[in-house]
């Protein structure tokens, strides 16, 4: 696949998980969300815009990760925690 097609396959993915994402003011989440179902499908090679029930099953996946393992803590969240702690130190 080119990679105009493939850059054009995640935009597809992405909106797929846009029109999805139903958690208010969290957009630091979707971002991760978007990162891990983009990942996954890196993963195991498949055509975006033809995966819509992987992309659920992908969407899952990662809500129950992020629920149970890290107490729906973003990516962002943490860089902040960690300048935070960072700027104590100094």
Known sequence: ???????????????????????????????DCIEYIVEKFKEDGSIFYTAHSSVKKYFIEWLQHKVQIS???????????????????A
């Open 1 to 31: 696949m080119s990679c105009e097609a493939t850059e054009k396959s995640y935009e597809q993915l992405a909106d797929r998980i846009i029109s999805m994402w139903t958690i208010k003011d969290r957009d630091d989440l979707l971002d």
């Open 71 to 89: 107490g729906v803590v973003s990516n962002q969240d943490l860089e902040r925690m960690n300048k935070q702690r960072e700027s104590n130190y």
